[in-house]
C-alpha cells in the first residue's frame, strides 16, 4: 500500500509539473535563414548559379515550374503558434526578373541574432594534427632527390 501511494504521489507531481508548462519546450526553426545583406545583393539579371552561390540552394523549386524558387522559413517559439516566411524568385530564361515575400517582418533581425547562438564556440580553422609532418618527411614534399638537391642519379 505504502509503494501505491508513493507511485500516485509521483505520478500527481509530474502531471501537475507537466500541466504548469515548467518543461522546458525548445524553439523550433526550418527552413531557410536569410539576412537582409544577401538579399540586398540580389540583383535583376543574376543568373540562377549566381543566385544559388550567394544564397544557397532553395528550399521549394518544383519540376513543373523551374522558373520560380520559393526560400521558406517556419518558427515555432517554445510550443506557441508556428511562423511561416516566404521568399520567392522569379526567373525568366534562367535570369532573375523578380523578388517578392514576407520573410523580412519587423522581427527579421531578432531571428538573425537567435540563429548566432546555434553557431559553433570553438575555432574551426584549427587544422593542427590534420597534416602534421613527421620527423621522416622532407621539406620539399619527397620530390627531391639526395641531401646535395641533385638527381639522385
Not at 504548469?20 to 526550418?30: F, R
Not at 540563429?115 to 593542427?128: F, N, V
Amino acid at each position: 500500500m505504502q509503494k501505491l501511494i508513493t507511485l500516485l504521489a509521483f505520478t500527481l507531481l509530474a502531471l501537475s509539473t507537466a500541466g504548469c508548462h515548467l518543461v522546458y519546450k525548445p524553439d523550433v526553426q526550418q527552413g531557410n535563414l536569410l539576412s537582409k545583406a544577401l538579399v540586398g545583393q540580389l540583383k535583376p539579371g543574376m543568373t540562377k548559379r549566381q543566385v544559388v552561390v550567394l544564397m544557397g540552394a532553395p528550399s521549394v523549386s518544383t519540376p513543373f515550374d523551374q522558373s520560380r524558387w520559393d526560400y521558406v522559413q517556419t518558427r515555432q517559439h517554445r510550443g506557441g503558434p508556428i511562423t511561416v516566411r516566404t521568399f520567392t524568385l522569379t526567373f525568366n530564361n534562367d535570369t532573375l526578373v523578380r523578388t517578392e515575400g514576407d520573410f523580412f517582418a519587423q522581427d527579421a533581425t531578432e531571428m538573425v541574432k537567435d540563429a548566432k547562438k546555434y553557431h559553433a564556440s570553438y575555432p574551426t580553422t584549427e587544422t593542427e594534427g590534420d597534416k602534421s609532418k613527421g620527423p621522416d618527411d622532407k621539406k620539399d614534399g619527397g620530390l627531391g632527390g639526395g641531401a646535395d638537391g641533385g638527381s639522385g642519379n
